[in-house]
């Protein structure tokens, strides 16, 4: 079975630096997708960032960047210039490629605050 | 920007009643999803509903649940006679396509069960 593991339950980070999110997954699968999804507080839970298995290259979003790590089944996501804005809850999520068409498998997530 | 709507945003039910969860998708949506996240555990998928019928579901999707879209845009969660262990937070998502289109969110229902 697959199973998403976010083991920094809490971050912190002074506005303007630079914050590294934590995840690691398991899949017996070859292709599936990767994502970090952003809720803040009292919101709706937003894609901030999304992996293909197959590509190589690291996934960029303004602000946002990943480090996957294929072979170690890691998935971080890197906020550069955090701001206050980026308070929220973060979870990481995997997905198998074809066959079901929703079952999106979410970590536990990260609370991450930023402080001015 | 188009939004997914879940309404209420709180539900008190007491243990044994039926409740009726709502949700609006995005318009030109195709797949709908429930979605659940008791407090302090992981976001857990339920079910996944398209073309007017349930394409996938989890183990916790018991018949104790079901799914409807009774009029085109209301996607509806029916817990039949809740426990006290349904107490938890209820995501409604939709996405224009199936594997690998991004799913969008709704903010939740929470309902708590008495």
């Known amino acids: 079975a697959q199973t998403v593991t976010q083991s920094q339950p809490e971050m912190s980070v002074q506005e303007a630096e630079t914050v590294t999110l934590s995840c690691t997954y398991d899949t017996s699968e070859n292709n599936y997708y990767l994502f970090w999804y952003k809720q803040p507080p009292s919101r709706q839970m937003i894609l901030v960032i999304r992996q293909e298995a197959y590509k190589q290259q690291n996934a960029t979003e303004n602000r946002f960047s990943v480090n996957f790590q294929k072979a170690a089944k890691s998935f971080s996501l890197k906020i550069s210039d955090s701001q206050l804005g980026d308070t929220a809850m973060y979870f990481c999520a995997s997905k198998n490629y074809g066959g079901s068409q929703g079952n999106l498998i979410f970590?536990?997530?990260?609370?991450l605050s930023v402080k001015p | 920007e188009p939004e997914v709507t879940q309404t209420p945003s709180h539900q008190v039910t007491q243990m044994g009643q039926e409740v009726i969860l709502r949700c609006v998708p995005i318009s030109n949506h195709l797949y709908f999803y429930w979605y659940r996240q008791i407090l302090g555990q992981?976001?857990?998928?339920?079910?996944s509903f398209y073309n007017n019928e349930i394409s996938e579901k989890s183990e916790i999707f018991d018949d104790q649940f079901s799914v409807e879209r009774p009029d085109g845009s209301n996607f509806t969660?029916?817990?039949?006679?809740?426990?006290?262990?349904?107490?938890?937070?209820?995501?409604?998502?939709?996405?224009?396509?199936?594997?690998?289109?991004?799913?969008?969110?709704?903010?939740?229902?929470?309902?708590t069960v008495t």
């Open chain 2, 77 to 111: 969660l029916k817990i039949r006679s809740t426990k006290l262990e349904d107490s938890a937070m209820y995501f409604c998502a939709s996405s224009e396509g199936g594997t690998g289109y991004e799913q969008y969110f709704g903010p939740g229902t929470r309902l």
């Open chain 2, 42 to 47: 992981k976001v857990e998928f339920l079910v």
């Open chain 1, 107 to 111: 970590g536990k997530g990260t609370k």
